[in-house]
């Protein structure tokens, strides 16, 4: 069974967009961006929602032609371009950049992803995660939280029918008092 990860970069107050999709306050540094990246190489397969797939794909295809894009940004985009992706939405009809598009049932193709063979997968977006948060699907938390309150937004956490118990794996401070915490399912 394959293992799924799901991480955001998160404010302190839970939200991984504030008011009007706004993620400005979520610049990463050096550090913050090198962790990301390994965690795209680490990944087999990604698995987005339509929000943050539209966020995504309007930048990283081409980031690594920028005339300013960076060594770190312009290996990032590659390993994205490179990286397998499943976007699941039915409002849009297309996707590119080594990318299928699921129209259906977001928790069974889920079940299913898992199910198979293969490395480990990571999800990325509040709905499709809350879906499978609710589903029991979610193998690991990365939560990558800013020193900033916006005050209201997009949550990191869906609602849920019941409780989801965790465990602490590790804790990493980053420059500018960011701190990533990584908890395991409690199974």
Request: glycine share 10%; aromatic share 10%; proline share 5%.
């Amino acid at each position: 069974m394959r293992k799924l990860t799901y991480g955001m970069n998160v404010t302190l107050d839970g939200y991984i967009a504030a008011p009007g999709d706004d993620i400005g306050w979520s610049e990463p540094s050096d550090e913050i961006f090198r962790w990301w990246t390994d965690q795209v190489r680490a990944s087999s397969l990604t698995l987005y929602g339509r929000k943050l797939w539209e966020t995504m794909s309007s930048h990283w295809p081409t980031g690594d032609q920028q005339p300013n894009a960076t060594p770190a940004e312009i290996e990032f985009a590659r390993l994205w371009r490179d990286t397998p992706k499943v976007v699941f939405s039915s409002t849009i009809d297309k996707v590119d950049w080594n990318t299928r598009l699921v129209t259906g049932d977001a928790v069974a193709e889920i079940t299913r992803l898992k199910a198979e063979d293969g490395g480990p997968m990571d999800i990325g977006g509040a709905t499709l995660a809350g879906s499978a948060m609710r589903a029991g699907l979610i193998d690991e938390y990365q939560v990558v939280t800013y020193p900033v309150l916006v005050g209201g937004g997009t949550p990191f956490f869906a609602g849920l029918d019941s409780w989801v118990n965790l465990n602490l794996v590790a804790t990493q401070a980053f420059p500018g008092g960011v701190i990533l915490t990584r908890y395991e399912t409690r199974r």
